[in-house]
């Protein structure tokens, strides 16, 4: 275990304004949440505020530890950019902490001339340059939770466990219990869709174990992803349609605000996905993840806990983390066909299995 990994000073010093940065992307985000109520415990005294791009913004609302929300609009102008830099700088922080670690990060960790400013061994474009202080053993090599359990352990605060609290409002809980309503248990959803087209397995090969789930398990099915993704998840249902006209399937991709599917994959049994935000707001929650991995590791990248399934491929470049394949010819996305359809129907079975009370599995 870490112990006193910040110089004394660091460790011994109060704050009562105290500024976190980690603008993005979602999945980031849900997983720095844990870091609120740590810092609640060791600061009670402190007023805290997040720095975050404005499409995530809501998802912090009525977080019971934060007393402040900073959007940051990642496009926006100049003058916006100037307007963030001036309300950095009127707060007074006391303590900045920069878990995002890009240029632009660093510039808003510089702009609220805190007092102590603090990073991790993950920056680059010399975000490293605006913190006095970059916590030890949070390099890349180390996941993101390990990263964020050491942040904990750096201000002396290990002893209490990291939970994500997301606040949903009843308006959205009775949102969900409409869309589940009429759907039999065991529900499974499916987030088909990733931001890197190397990390997003093929549509027919989550049909397919779709399928396979609705004739074994008797599941329902229910598509989510943002209208970005909605392409791909309309081929989706199209494909589950074909052998199953029956109401076994919602699809409410685009529909959802942020807090509305963090609601709802808290009630889904399954969450069936790529590498990606909702992977992790989905885990979060406590709901069981069959997690697929081509291109990232599931031991850097996966959620933590033995209630998820993660199934990674062993191509020679799985784990490269390259936004697209470095590969042509036959070799080209080579990790989405070597990923078999078996290996993830056998991994549902095994997941459903050991979750069965809560999956209620019949």
Not at 33 to 62: G, M, Y
Not at 96 to 115: E, V
Not at 348 to 360: D, V
């Amino acid at each position: 275990m870490l112990k006193r990994i910040l110089p004394q000073r660091f460790l011994d010093m109060d704050a009562y304004r105290i500024c976190l940065i980690k603008p993005s992307a979602l999945g980031d985000v849900v997983q720095s949440l844990p870091l609120l109520p740590v810092l609640c415990e060791r600061f009670p005294n402190a007023r805290i505020s997040w720095v975050i791009n404005r499409e995530f913004a809501t998802l912090l609302e009525r977080h019971p530890h934060l007393d402040d929300i900073i959007p940051f609009d990642r496009r926006g102008s100049w003058i916006s950019w100037f307007r963030l830099r001036n309300e950095l700088r009127q707060r007074r922080f006391d303590l900045a902490i920069d878990l995002q670690g890009l240029l632009r990060t660093g510039l808003m960790t510089a702009a609220t001339n805190a007092a102590v400013r603090i990073g991790l061994e993950t920056a680059r474009e010399g975000a490293h340059l605006a913190c006095h202080y970059t916590i030890p053993n949070t390099g890349r090599q180390v996941s993101a939770h390990q990263r964020y359990q050491r942040v904990a352990q750096a201000f002396g605060v290990d002893d209490i466990p990291l939970q994500t609290l997301i606040a949903t409002s009843r308006k959205d809980r009775e949102w969900t219990e409409l869309q589940l309503a009429k759907l039999r248990r065991p529900v499974l959803a499916i987030h088909p869709g990733a931001r890197w087209i190397t990390k997003r397995w093929p549509v027919q090969k989550f049909a397919d174990v779709a399928k396979n789930a609705i004739r074994s398990y008797g599941a329902s099915v229910v598509l989510v992803g943002s209208q970005s993704e909605l392409s791909d998840s309309m081929k989706l249902q199209d494909l589950l349609k074909r052998d199953d006209p029956t109401e076994t399937l919602r699809n409410l991709t685009g529909q959802t605000t942020l807090k509305q599917l963090a609601s709802l994959l808290g009630q889904c049994d399954v969450l069936l996905t790529n590498d990606s935000g909702p992977m992790h707001l989905a885990a979060g929650l406590g709901t069981p993840v069959l997690g697929v991995f081509t291109c990232t590791s599931p031991i850097l990248s996966g959620p933590i806990g033995g209630q998820h399934e993660l199934v990674a491929t062993d191509v020679c470049c799985a784990a490269s983390y390259k936004k697209y394949c470095p590969h042509q010819g036959v070799h080209h996305l080579a990790c989405m066909q070597q990923l078999s359809i078996d290996r993830v129907c056998s991994a549902l079975q095994r997941l459903l299995e050991k979750n069965r009370a809560a999956t209620r599995l019949a």
